[in-house]
C-alpha cells in the first residue's frame, strides 16, 4: 500500500523540517524526489540522505518567491505527478506590532511561494493528472496569540487550495492541505534558544502540553499523512483539509 513508484514528486522546503522527511519518507516508497529549497546545503543533505538509502533525487536551488526562478526550474522537468508544498517562515507579532515589511514577507514566502509554484506545475499536471499538498497550519482555523501575520498566511494557503481542487477537478488533478499543531522542527528550537535561553527544557515541555495528546508532532508524522493523500489509495479525496494536531482544535474548545 501507498506505494508511489514511477511518480516524480517535487517538494519544496525540502532541506529541512516537515519537507525533509516528506522527501525521505516519499523516496522509501518508490517516488523519484526533487528536492527544492533556497539552502543548496541543506537540499544536497537531503538528496545525499536520499541516495544512500538506495533511492533517486536531485535538488533544485531556488526562491519560491521569484516566480521567473519558479517557472523556469519546472520547465525543466518533464514530469511531476506530485508537488509538496512545504517551503515557509513563521512570525511572532500581533496587528499592531507586525512592521509592514515583516508582513509582506511572510506573504512573499508563505503565499505568493505556494501560488508560483502550483502558477508552474499545474500545466504540466494537466497532462497526467496529479496531486498536490499545500501545508497550512491549525492557525488558519483557531485564534493564536501573536500569530497574526502567519495565521493570515495559512489562511490564504487553505483558500487557495480549496479553489485548485475545485478548478482542476476536470483535470485529475486532487489537492489537499494538511494543518499541523505544534511540530517539532529545528524551528521550534531555534525559536526557544533565542526567546528562552537556559529555559529551553521547560519552554519545550509547557508548549507540548498545549496538545491535548500531551506532545508535539514530529514531521515524520506529517510526511505519513502526505504520503497516504499522494498515493492511489487516497484517489477519491481531493478539497479537504486534515488536521495533524494531537487534539488541539477539536479537544480544546
Do not use: W
Request: aromatic fraction near 6%; charged fraction near 15%.
Amino acid at each position: 500500500m501507498f506505494q508511489l513508484n514511477h511518480k516524480v514528486a517535487l517538494v519544496t522546503g525540502g532541506g529541512s523540517g516537515i519537507g525533509k522527511e516528506v522527501c525521505k519518507v516519499f523516496s522509501l516508497q518508490g517516488a523519484e524526489v526533487i528536492v527544492v529549497d533556497v539552502n543548496k546545503d541543506a537540499a544536497n543533505e537531503t538528496v545525499n540522505e536520499i541516495i544512500a538509502q538506495g533511492g533517486k533525487s536531485t535538488s533544485i536551488t531556488l526562491d519560491v518567491t521569484n516566480q521567473e526562478q519558479v517557472v523556469a526550474a519546472v520547465q525543466s522537468i518533464s514530469n511531476i505527478h506530485i508537488l509538496v508544498n512545504c517551503a515557509g517562515i513563521s512570525h511572532i507579532g500581533n496587528a499592531t506590532n507586525t512592521s509592514e515589511v515583516d508582513f509582506d514577507k511572510v506573504y512573499q514566502v508563505n503565499v505568493k511561494g505556494v501560488y508560483n509554484c502550483m502558477y508552474a506545475v499545474l500545466p504540466i499536471m494537466q497532462k497526467t493528472g496529479g496531486s498536490i499538498i499545500n501545508i497550512s497550519s491549525i492557525a488558519a482555523k483557531v485564534g493564536l496569540s501573536d500569530r497574526f501575520a502567519y495565521s493570515m498566511s495559512k489562511g490564504a494557503v487553505h483558500a487557495m487550495s480549496m479553489s485548485v481542487a475545485k478548478d482542476f477537478i476536470k483535470d485529475n488533478i486532487r489537492c489537499n492541505t494538511i494543518s499541523p499543531g505544534r511540530v517539532h522542527t529545528p524551528f521550534v528550537d531555534g525559536f526557544l534558544k533565542k526567546n528562552y535561553p537556559g529555559q529551553e527544557a521547560e519552554m519545550f515541555e509547557k508548549l507540548s502540553k498545549t496538545q491535548p495528546i500531551g506532545r508535539m508532532g514530529q514531521p515524520i508524522e506529517v510526511a505519513h499523512q502526505a504520503l497516504y493523500l499522494c498515493s492511489e489509495e487516497a484517489s477519491f479525496i481531493t478539497g479537504s483539509d486534515f488536521s495533524l494536531d494531537g487534539g488541539f482544535v477539536t479537544l480544546n474548545s
